[in-house]
T-cell receptor, first 114, second 115 residues
């Protein structure tokens, strides 16, 4: 089983619908992140959380909200989806205690908004 | 603020040849890390290699090495003896050790290995 699990892996929805992408991790890491990747582009940070009580906006947080329900769970919501939110979404984790601080990614959630 | 620039949108290399993927960075943090990730066509992000800004030696991991030139602010990835399975997108990223410690990515280079 993957250490960082994202659900759903694929979702097609319509404009105006509310969508939630969920992320859970078994790595015991304190930090969690949501990134968005548009076709042919790098990853852009949406939100990040350094612990359950700490939520921070990233570069492109407009139109998104998050909830850190527990250390292991971090969900991303699109309150009213629009077509330009069609993208591949990644959840990632990292451990404050490591020297490198590398991110461990989930397998991605591909969202299509019609 | 941090910024990563990858100037090669695509590269084509013959199998078994070495390949260098370019990455330049800009950061105001006195201490930072540099990362390379691989994204195959299946979509997952795979961590390849890390270089700390105060590391004296260039990082190596198997066939991957990072050519770190601090004065030039470059952190090029070198893949030796390329294989067909190396065909993928490659992303360079940087993370400061102060403040928010967010990982900032470049736009990536698509590497194609030809048989």
């Amino acid at each position: 089983d993957a250490d960082v699990t994202q659900t759903p892996r694929n979702r097609i929805t319509k404009t105006g619908k509310r969508i939630m992408l969920e992320c859970s991790q078994t790595k015991g890491h304190d930090r969690m992140y949501w990134y968005r990747q548009d076709p042919g582009l790098g990853l852009q940070l949406i939100y990040y959380s350094f612990d359950v009580k700490d939520i921070n906006k990233g570069e492109i947080s407009d139109g998104y909200s998050v909830s850190r329900q527990a250390q292991a769970k971090f969900s991303l919501s699109l309150e009213s989806a629009i077509p330009n939110q069609t993208a591949l979404y990644f959840c990632a984790t990292s451990d404050t205690r490591t020297v490198t601080g590398e991110l461990f990614f989930g397998e991605g959630s591909r969202l299509t908004v019609l | 603020a941090q910024k990563i620039t990858q100037t090669q949108p695509g590269m084509f290399v013959q199998e078994k040849e070495a390949v260098t993927l370019d990455c330049t960075y800009d950061t105001s943090d006195p201490s930072y890390g540099l990362f390379w990730y691989k994204q195959p066509s299946s979509g997952e992000m795979i961590f390849l290699i890390y270089q700390g800004s105060y590391d004296q030696q260039n990082a190596t991991e198997g066939r991957y090495s990072l050519n770190f030139q601090k004065a030039r602010k470059s952190a090029n990835l070198v893949i030796s003896a390329s294989q067909l399975g190396d065909s993928a997108m490659y992303f360079c990223a940087t993370q400061g050790t102060q403040g928010a410690q967010k990982l900032v990515f470049g736009q990536g280079t698509r590497l194609t290995i030809n048989p």
